[in-house]
């Protein structure tokens, strides 16, 4: 990113009203598909995290549509369909939309069609389904799936039910087997129990990249100013199972990445309160009130405490950021987003 919000360097809007393309575009809901992804190789899945699977689909993806000379984009949907059915139910989203879309447009993707999750949707059948996005809406030239994948009413549609369709049109078809490590296949789920457990060095492994959050910089108690550690302060989603605690942290600001160590949780020592992510940038002064900034998680320092003194805890967070800072300056593992954006 070079000044500007987080994705305005990389992501563009449907093309259709006018706009020249950037180099991703990103085409919402019922918005008709802009020419440039029209006939484009097509890789389908919710891509909770587009982690190292997903990426190796998207590798394949785009290795088909290079050699037909096409665009190469993603059929997504939204909201997760775990999200639809269990409304009630917290739902980790490991990339929530704006977060998904930046490692989208990291991957050197064309672009991505998102489109809304649904009563009529869900009730669509798989033959529908097909016929309505891949034929219909996108004429892709391939199509792209995980070995796991299933879609249309009930689930029904498998990746035999794709393959068998696309032959019938003459649309290239893969399915991509699991992509698996040490200890199991790399799944969305594995992740969601790293991050729970504050381990975000395994996430960052499984993910291929440094987890991180979008968001704009909030009001808050200002607490932190009067302990000697003004924080910018920033609401995670809802749902966010992220472990409370203490992190190293990197934050992208108007296009420069600076270190810091970050708490998330609810201030058990002051009002226990909503959650909060809170964090403390070494060496910086500026006002960050209402820009939008990125956060991403380095490493695990340690859980959420209630301290008995003000002292106490201002002691405890001059050793956290010493800790952060000694982390921060070693090798941080897996490439960032933030810094390609």
């Not at 999200?83 to 991957?107: G, H, Q, Y």
């Not at 699991?178 to 993910?207: H, K, P, Q, Y």
């Not at 909503?274 to 956060?295: C, H, I, K, N």
Request: proline share 5%.
């Amino acid at each position: 990113m070079r000044g500007g919000t987080i994705l305005e360097a990389t992501i563009s809007d449907e093309t259709h009203k006018g706009e020249t393309p950037r180099a991703f575009m990103l085409v919402r809901e019922d918005d008709p598909i802009a020419p440039p992804l029209e006939r484009a190789v097509i890789a389908i899945g919710n891509f909770d995290g587009v982690h190292r699977g997903h990426q190796a689909l998207i590798a394949h993806a785009r290795d088909m549509a290079n050699e037909r000379g096409v665009a190469c984009g993603v059929l997504t949907f939204s909201p997760h369909p775990r999200a639809f059915f269990a409304p009630d139910k917290p739902f980790f989203r490991i990339t929530p939309m704006r977060e998904k879309m930046a490692v989208f447009a990291s991957l050197g993707l064309d672009g991505a069609i998102v489109r809304r999750f649904d009563a009529p949707l869900a009730a669509t059948s798989a033959a529908d389904f097909l016929e309505r996005f891949i034929r219909a809406e996108i004429g892709a030239s391939g199509v792209v799936i995980g070995h796991d994948f299933h879609f249309g009413r009930g689930r029904e549609g498998t990746p035999e039910t794709l393959r068998t369709f696309c032959e019938a049109h003459g649309i290239a078809c893969a399915v991509v087997p699991v992509v698996e490590e040490t200890g199991g296949a790399i799944s969305s789920s594995a992740i969601r129990t790293a991050l729970a457990e504050g381990d975000v060095a395994r996430a960052n492994a499984l993910l291929g990249y440094r987890w991180f959050a979008l968001g704009d910089i909030r009001h808050g108690a200002r607490r932190g100013r009067d302990l000697g550690y003004p924080t910018a302060n920033m609401r995670l989603p809802d749902g966010c199972g992220l472990r409370h605690g203490i992190y190293a942290v990197r934050m992208q600001v108007d296009g420069a990445i600076r270190d810091g160590v970050a708490s998330f949780g609810r201030r058990p020592t002051f009002d226990n309160g909503a959650p909060l992510l809170e964090t403390f940038l070494f060496d910086f002064s500026g006002d960050l009130y209402g820009r939008q900034v990125g956060v991403e998680f380095v490493g695990w320092i340690r859980g959420e405490e209630r301290f008995e003194s003000v002292e106490a805890l201002i002691a405890r967070m001059n050793s956290d950021s010493a800790l952060a800072r000694s982390m921060l300056a070693a090798p941080c593992g897996p490439r960032s987003i933030l810094e390609s954006a």
